[in-house]
């Protein structure tokens, strides 16, 4: 079975720094897919970056950028220029585009922001 | 964008009673809705999957005489709550998926007190 460990219950930043939050999976797919989502203090979900497994580029969305390393399975976010805005709670999640059909989260990285 | 509306944004119920929560996917059409539920400070917990037209698929441990899952058509599934106790107060959260392996949308989440 797949599952999805983030090692670091809580994290802090000073404003303007860079941060990494990890994240590690297993599973005996090749092909899938994996996402970081952020939960801010609204509770909304939103989607941070999306990764597809195949692809050998680490994705980017502006300020924030991930470190994939298949081999090791391993899927860690970096935010660059944080900002008050980042404080939230940030999921790692991977979905198998094969048999059932679901989304595994991690436990979250709570992350604060300091001014 | 895809947006995924989820109401009530919160419910106050006696004990006993049923709640029903809807999750509408507004411009697109979901094959696959999920459902889950999520405890102060803690991850998502997916309770069930449920495709258009077909029963619900309930992960373990959760009772689907109690929490009843329909998904009517490709815009509309719901959970309903049937005798709620207090036990049963949390934050649900409802998502959809147009296609495998694209980002999941999230419903902004309904808060559930049961006195």
């Known amino acids: 079975a797949q599952t999805v460990t983030q090692s670091q219950p809580e994290m802090s930043v000073q404003e303007a720094e860079t941060v990494t939050l990890s994240c590690t999976y297993d599973?005996?797919?090749?092909?899938?897919?994996l996402f970081w989502y952020k939960q801010p203090p609204s509770r909304q979900m939103i989607l941070v970056i999306r990764?597809?497994?195949?692809?050998?580029q680490n994705a980017t969305e502006n300020r924030f950028s991930v470190n994939f390393q298949k081999a090791a399975k391993s899927f860690s976010l970096k935010i660059s220029d944080s900002q008050l805005g980042d404080t939230a709670m940030y999921f790692c999640?991977?979905?198998?585009?094969?048999?059932?059909?679901?989304?595994?989260f991690g436990t979250g990285t709570r992350l604060k922001v300091l001014a | 964008g895809a947006v995924v509306s989820q109401h009530p944004s919160w419910v106050i119920c006696k004990s006993g009673t049923s709640v029903k929560i809807e999750c509408r996917s507004l411009?697109?059409?979901?094959?696959?809705m999920f459902w889950y539920r999520q405890f102060p400070k803690q991850s998502l917990m997916l309770m069930a999957t449920?495709?258009?037209?077909?029963?619900?698929?309930?992960e373990q441990g959760v009772e689907k005489d109690k929490f009843l899952i329909n998904h009517a058509s490709l815009t509309l599934s719901t959970l309903t709550v049937t005798s709620a106790h207090p036990e049963d107060s949390s934050f649900y959260i409802c998502s959809a998926s147009r296609v495998r392996g694209e980002k999941l949308f999230f419903g902004s989440g309904t808060q559930l007190s049961v006195l």
């Open positions: 990764q597809e497994a195949y692809k050998q």
């Open positions: 999640a991977f979905m198998s585009p094969s048999g059932t059909y679901k989304y595994i």
């Open positions: 449920s495709n258009e037209g077909s029963k619900a698929t309930y």
């Open positions: 599973t005996s797919e090749s092909n899938y897919y």
């Open positions: 411009d697109f059409q979901a094959t696959t």
